[in-house]
C-alpha cells in the first residue's frame, strides 16, 4: 500500500518564475491538503482539496493555487516566485469526514 | 483563527529520563489535537492523536494528556532514547465538526536525547 508521494524532491527556481509541485495521495483518500514549512517553522496551511474543489484556504494570497484531478492526485502551482517562498512544500492526505492526516516526503524549493 | 502555542522550543535530557512538551490552543471549537514527529529531511509522521472527548491516551512510551477547560495538551515521552531525538509538532483541528479538516500547528520542540 503506497503512501502518500510528492514529486520533484528538490527544486531551484529564480524570482518571478512559475513552479508546479505534485502529490498523489495514500491509496483510500480522497482528500489533499497542501502546507508550506519555512527552516524552523511548523507547517502552515495552504489549503485543501475534495472533489475536485478548493474547499478550505489559510491565508496565503492568490499567487498560489491548486487543482485536484479525478483520480484524487493533486498539484500545487505558485507564480512570480518570491525569495520568501522558499521552503518545504508539503502534501497531506485524508478521508473526506475523517481527522488524521498523513503527510508525503515534501518537495523542498529553493528560490534565487 | 486557530493559534497553537508550543514550549519548549529545545529540550535536552539524557537517555531513559522522560520528556515532556506542552501546547496551548486559542480555539474551544478544536476537538482534535495530532502529534508528529519529523527527523531531520524527512516527512512529519503522526505519532498520537486525542479527540476532545477523552482526557489521555497512551501508546507504550507515549502518552498525551489533554485540558479542556484551560484548552493546554502535553505529549509525554518516558525511557527516552536516542532514537526519539526529533522534532516533534503539535497540532490542532476543528475536525469532522467543520466537515474539513485542516491543521494549525506550533513552531515545534527539538528534542535531543543524549546516551
Known amino acids: 500500500d503506497a503512501g502518500v508521494t510528492q514529486s520533484p524532491t528538490h527544486l531551484i527556481k529564480t524570482r518571478g518564475q512559475q513552479v508546479t509541485l505534485r502529490c498523489s495521495p495514500k491509496?483510500?483518500?480522497?482528500?489533499v491538503s497542501w502546507y508550506q514549512q519555512a527552516l524552523g517553522q511548523g507547517p502552515q496551511f495552504i489549503f485543501q482539496?475534495?472533489?475536485?474543489?478548493?474547499?478550505q484556504r489559510g491565508n496565503f494570497p492568490d499567487r498560489f493555487s491548486g487543482h485536484q484531478f479525478p483520480n484524487y492526485s493533486s498539484e500545487l502551482n505558485v507564480n512570480a516566485l518570491l525569495l520568501g517562498d522558499s521552503a518545504l512544500y508539503l502534501c497531506?492526505?485524508?478521508?473526506?469526514?475523517?481527522?488524521?492526516?498523513?503527510f508525503g516526503p515534501g518537495t523542498r524549493l529553493t528560490v534565487l | 483563527g486557530e493559534n497553537v502555542e508550543q514550549h519548549p522550543s529545545t529540550l535536552s535530557v539524557q537517555e531513559g529520563d522522560s520528556a515532556v512538551i506542552k501546547c496551548t490552543y486559542s480555539?474551544?471549537?478544536?476537538?482534535?489535537f495530532p502529534w508528529y514527529k519529523q527527523e531531520l529531511g524527512k516527512r512529519p509522521q503522526l505519532i498520537i492523536d486525542?479527540?476532545?472527548?477523552?482526557g489521555e491516551k497512551k501508546d507504550q512510551r507515549i502518552a498525551v494528556t489533554l485540558n479542556k477547560t484551560a484548552k493546554h495538551f502535553s505529549l509525554h515521552i518516558t525511557e527516552t532514547q536516542p532514537e526519539d531525538s526529533a522534532v516533534y509538532f503539535c497540532?490542532?483541528?476543528?475536525?469532522?465538526?467543520?466537515?474539513?479538516?485542516?491543521?494549525?500547528f506550533g513552531k515545534g520542540t527539538m528534542l535531543l536525547v543524549s546516551p
Open positions: 497531506a492526505s485524508s478521508s473526506v469526514g475523517t481527522d488524521t492526516q498523513y
Open positions: 482539496y475534495y472533489e475536485e474543489e478548493e474547499r
Open positions: 491509496s483510500g483518500h480522497d482528500t
Open positions: 497540532a490542532a483541528s476543528m475536525g469532522r465538526r467543520s466537515g474539513y479538516s485542516t491543521l494549525t
Open positions: 486525542i479527540r476532545s472527548n477523552v
Open positions: 480555539d474551544s471549537a478544536s476537538n482534535y
